[in-house]
């Protein structure tokens, strides 16, 4: 079982920045974990994905603006993204997703991030 814990959405205006932070606690290597995002009516989307090797993954949509990265402890791991530039299509709830060793998949509470215009 794993236990994933989101910080720092907010409401900010486009041009600003934001970081989320996800606090992933698991008995058991993570082999992957990410951000997705979702808006109603819509399906969720992939932001950005890194592997436990530090290979990251961006949507065509962030790239150059968001950068995620990752720190792996002992049963616990620790995601970040910054997000610069942010833009109004940037809204959404972003959730953190997290994929162990047998390919179960796991997903944060998700945190508001609203970027006016």
């Known amino acids: 079982q794993v236990q994933l814990v989101e910080s720092g959405g907010g409401l900010v205006q486009a041009g600003e920045s934001l970081r989320l932070s996800c606090v992933a606690y698991s008995f058991y290597s993570l082999a992957l974990m990410g951000w997705y995002r979702q808006n109603p009516g819509k399906q969720r989307e992939l932001v950005a994905k890194?592997?436990?090797?530090?290979?990251?993954?961006?949507a065509d949509s962030v790239k150059g603006r968001f950068t995620a990265s990752r720190l792996d402890a002992k049963n616990m791991v620790s995601l970040q993204m910054s997000m610069s530039s942010l833009k109004p299509e940037d809204t959404a709830v972003y959730y953190c997703m997290a994929q162990d060793i047998s390919d179960s998949t796991y997903w944060g509470q998700g945190t508001q991030v609203t970027v006016s215009s």
């Open positions: 890194i592997t436990y090797a530090g290979n990251t993954t961006y």
